[in-house]
């Protein structure tokens, strides 16, 4: 299947030189990377082939690679001086080599041969994709196809795989885990001699674009592949099996980087059946990996999905903080607790994890989902980098002086070194990667982000459309527009004012107000005639108390919590006035409507550029744009028509709602 360049299309730009000469005195995977690439960008751009030999000082541009022995960069970071004539790319190591030509050729294509320098060191040292690929080739809450690493039990090794890892790297990305983290099935055998020959092959590929090669691991893999009657991590002969598996994988499998462990968790076997804590399970896992440098990514999404909606003193925005807060400071070095941004499940508005800043002595990572489960599934357009900008600037007070998310995961509010940051992936096998064309802004600004934690959505939106549609000025400007009206609408048609789900179960696309609000999960709004919202005070489930003040207390008191998440932490009634003067009915009606005009005119910018964008990637977005359109007032009647009905309280503006 032939496939999109994305944002690596190297379109002929206007000043090219007549001769580029590049100098690069070093040998081995990454280095070939980098030849490679700038003989692919050197031809697509210019139309000339670079020459690498002695002549490349005559050339009418010189790129020239350096290696700087003092240490300040690192391996990863890198420094460019470049003129119209010659860039020099200055670097510590290959990988920042790697990164700093990327930047060059971003650089070329979106501004043309300019004097500049910049200086750039990644924010996080882990930069992360998961993949939540299946063995037999479907991905879980995957919406762009099919898997390009499995299909029917087996690994596929394609040249896909090597497009998606320059693509990946281009943006800084140097961790990928390719399985998902419900290990079922053949799955859990990706760590047996079964499976070596094409993971070294994958891992090989990686390597020669500076990423390591993580796997998902069933904790349960000593009883299931074993034959042993207990996975118990305390037990010898459990150990003894870890040891051997974990030796064999690093021994074997080059630039192999780790496990990802989903344990106790919607199911998945852990420690808990053992009566040992996460610190057991982790630091056993740990202690075999950390010979190899290896490192165990453990997922802190751990609650109880057996509740029962009438017990309203069970939380599970608690859960996760409630498991994990007790063993701050158990953990191993190589672990690292992975905790999703919010404390429920990627909805489209959440408080951010108290966790971070809650565990100071521990390693974190924050996971964020780029493929959008519950914000569109890449068939709605919305670009979450204001979300994610959004929480990575959201201050913990948890005491060190700069204690934001950002500051924790990069390490520097508590001196880590293993942390980062990690997205759920939205790729596939669709022909442009990420089903929505625009779902690619979210790949690529994950990456741009998770080098640059200081970089705003807009410029990381500007540098991907230019990179992505060209340099026309009506299609900058209509994307822009769109990419950043595009969150907010979606919040505004969604469920209101950071309560969340009131989506289809399961599918999790599409309204059904009541869709979870009598399941096993968790995930309540509490409507009833009066009001809605969860009380989440000390007087309800007392999760706020979880917050160091001042948040505790912000967040309890109903005059001074952020009112997008007003009903996320108090249960409120219609008639509570807003900020803006508005009741909470009323603004859930303005929202709706609001969100779904919001949508139609999303629609209206991109038919403005029918003759401006490539003619496929016009009709592809197209029909989705018109999908969203109708889906979204499809959204706006629905939660209007259900308020309308349970709060018998009428829209001021008389709007049309379906009673
Ligand atoms: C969500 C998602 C699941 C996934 C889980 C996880 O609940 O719906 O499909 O397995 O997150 O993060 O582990």
Redesign the pocket.
Known sequence: MTYTKAWLNYQPVKDAPKSVGVVLPEMGPIAESIGQELILACEGMYGVTPVFDGTAFMAELQILFIRDQSGDFGEEGYRIEASPESINIIAGGQRGMLYGMFRVLERLRLRGRKRYTIESIPSNPFRMLDH?DNLDGSI??GYSGLSFFFRDNEMTVTQRIRDYARMVASIGINAVCINN??VRGVAAELITERFRKPLIEVAEIFEAYGIKLYLSLNFASPKRLGGLDTSDPCDEQVRAFWKERIDDMFTNVPNFGGFVV?AD??GEPGPFAYGRTHADGANMLAEFAAPHGGIIIW?C?VYNCQQDWRDQKTDRARSGYDNFIGHDGEFAENVILQI?NGPM??QVREPVHPLFGGMKNTNLMLEVQIAQ?YTGQQRHVCYLMPMFRGILDFKTYSGAEADTVADIVSGRAYGNRNCGMVA?TNTGDDENWTGHDLAAANLYGFGRLAFDTTLSPERIAEDWIGLTFGTDPKVKENVMRILMMSWPAYEKYTSPLGIGWMIKPSV?YGPDVEGYEYDRWGTYHRANHMGIGVDRTPGGTGYTTQYPEPLASLYADPATCPEELLLFFHHMPYAHVLKSGKTIIQHIYDTHFEGAEEAAEMQKLWEELEDLVEPAAYARALARFQHQTEHAAEWRDRINTYFHRISWIEDEKGRKIYD
Do not use: A, C, L, Q
């Open positions: 939540w879980e809450r983290v419900n989903k968790s919607e997922r999404f999703k499940d990627f489960e759920v999790h």
